[in-house]
């Protein structure tokens, strides 16, 4: 609840918020997103409905919405498949929108389409616990 209350505050003309676009499974206690959020207090994570089926055009608008209501100058930290987000995003939104987005750091994009063979290969098994749905997002 602190972090929430922090994100209140007034921002100045050189803040800088930082978004952060987790990837497949969202970022865990440890991960390096997760650690910037909370030693950096304008730090805000993009929220997907399902971490687990991503759906492209669902984790687009996630992103949309959250930087439209984020005031400011912006910094996006993306990893995995939020990289893909991220640059999906960027694609589609206004010149002016743009101009917001002052830095976007893209960590460990993973290779799409994420074929049944690159899942094994990675330590996933496609089509079972549930990771089926990774093989749905695409770059396109």
Known sequence: MHRQQARVMMLDDDDVVLI???????????HW???WELTYPLARRVQQ???????REAWVAALDQLVRDTP?????AAHSLGCHTTVAWL????FLTQRRIKGVLLVAPP??????????AS???????GHAGVYRFRTA
Request: hydrophobic share 30%.
């Open 20 to 30: 952060t676009v987790p990837g497949w499974g969202n970022s865990g206690d440890k």
């Open 33 to 35: 997103q997760t650690l």
């Open 49 to 55: 409905q399902d971490w687990l089926y991503p759906e």
């Open 72 to 76: 400011g100058r912006i910094v996006l």
């Open 91 to 94: 694609r589609t939104v206004d």
């Open 111 to 120: 290779a799409l389409p994420i074929t049944e063979a690159r899942a094994r």
């Open 123 to 129: 330590g996933e098994t496609a089509g079972c616990c």
